[in-house]
């Protein structure tokens, strides 16, 4: 999740529960009802689940539990790899429009990385959040944080190898101008030396 600190109107402005969304999570039953609740605002406010149940901080379960009236301890029920985390994941996809990456969605923006973003930027931590900005805009949900950083590394290898490559061409092809520009001038100069003599 990354911000473990949260202000009592940070909790109020990004983790209260809508009347819509209260009905939605009084659908299911004990603790699946804050499990349901915390996947669906973690996603509304980052486009993504969180990757571990430990992630969530303390305060966000205990405003969650608040709200929706059960005790906090019941998100330690709640079972995040089980049928009913996945089929809730399904469901908020759903709710948001978003469908879950591909193969080639992550070779697109690696892609959209190497000509638009890194010419311009190469530091990991601003580019880890332009591509989960990108993914949002794309309404995809992105793969883990680890194939992430791993998709932004290998786009900003194949970007140095790239330049690199382009950087020894124009100088090969500069050299190899200068050096038949050499040629041509020392032929001319042994044309002039037969033609005209050493003193010309």
């Not at 301890?73 to 994941?89: E, L, N, P």
């Amino acid at each position: 999740m990354g911000k473990a600190d949260w202000e009592h109107d940070e909790l109020i402005e990004n983790w209260t529960l809508v009347p819509q969304e209260l009905e939605l999570v009084r659908n299911k039953v004990g603790g699946n009802q804050i499990g349901f609740a915390l996947l669906l605002k973690h996603f509304q406010l980052f486009a993504r689940f969180p990757e571990q149940q430990s992630s969530i901080p303390q305060v966000i379960i205990s405003y969650i539990a608040n709200q929706i009236k059960i005790p906090e301890s019941a998100y330690s029920s709640f079972d995040w790899q089980g049928r009913s985390a996945k089929v809730y994941r399904v469901e908020i996809r759903r709710l948001f429009n978003f469908r879950v990456a591909t193969v080639q969605d992550s070779a697109q923006i690696s892609d959209w990385l190497i000509q638009e973003i890194l010419p311009n930027e190469q530091r990991i931590e601003p580019i880890t959040q332009i591509v989960y900005q990108r993914f949002r805009e794309l309404q995809i949900e992105p793969t883990t944080a680890g194939q992430v950083e791993r998709l932004i590394r290998s786009s900003i290898h194949q970007y140095e190898t790239s330049f690199c490559q382009q950087v020894f061409d124009q100088l090969t092809t500069k050299n190899i101008a200068e050096e038949g520009l050499n040629v041509v001038e020392r032929w001319n100069g042994v044309n002039d030396f037969i033609f005209y003599g050493k003193g010309g």
